[in-house]
């Protein structure tokens, strides 16, 4: 599963620049994924063992919100780390796919089939998820002067590993993976900016 999400509303908070220079980030947006196959493998409630996979599966566009804190270090002030907290939903909306095996189940209370001909037939559901991601930060200060002196425009760019979190039945199911992401920081006022970002998340296997 890939995660592609742009959020569009981001305001961030900076801490005074005399030495670590610590910042708040508060943002929310849209949310893209792109389309996957569904893999279940195990026992079913009576014991049989399934093995099935549904094709294709689509998705609608879903919501990401998050909270991120970071602090740009002092003696390279082009280089920050963060740690970024987040919330995304996948919507899948009813649909007809085609499948291997045979499945008769359930995904949040919600029945989900394939029938002996292949045919799959998957019900609308909203797959919620959190993550948390550590990262690395790159800027690039432009527009300095004496009251901003890392600049009023600041593009970056941020990376790191990724963990998600969703409830698979009556179990937490974590995934690894890893987040991208592009951004332009305009300062608003003194320790205020405004910021839009586009970042690429993924989750094999998730």
Partial sequence: MAL?????????????????????DVYGGAAWTQSADLNVSGRDNTGATVDATIFDIKTNTGVTAGL???YWIDKLP???????LF????????????????????????????????QA????VTLPALGFSPEIRLRWPLIKSKDYPQGVLQPYLTGGPAW???LAGDRVDLKIGGKFGAG???????????????????FPGY
């Fill in 78 to 84: 082009f280089v920050g780390l963060g740690l970024d």
């Fill in 87 to 118: 919330f995304f939903s996948i919507p899948i909306p009813a649909q007809t796919a085609s499948g291997t095996g045979t499945l008769t189940s359930e995904i949040r209370d919600e029945p989900i089939t394939i029938n002996a001909a292949g």
């Fill in 4 to 24: 592609l999400a742009a959020p569009l509303v981001a305001v961030a908070w900076a801490g005074a620049p005399a030495e670590a220079e610590w910042a708040l």
């Fill in 68 to 70: 991120r804190a970071g």
């Fill in 164 to 166: 998600a979190f969703s």
């Fill in 121 to 124: 037939r998957v019900p609308s």
């Fill in 184 to 202: 332009l920081s305009v300062t608003l006022v003194r320790f205020v900016a405004l910021f839009a970002e586009y970042r690429y998340t993924f």
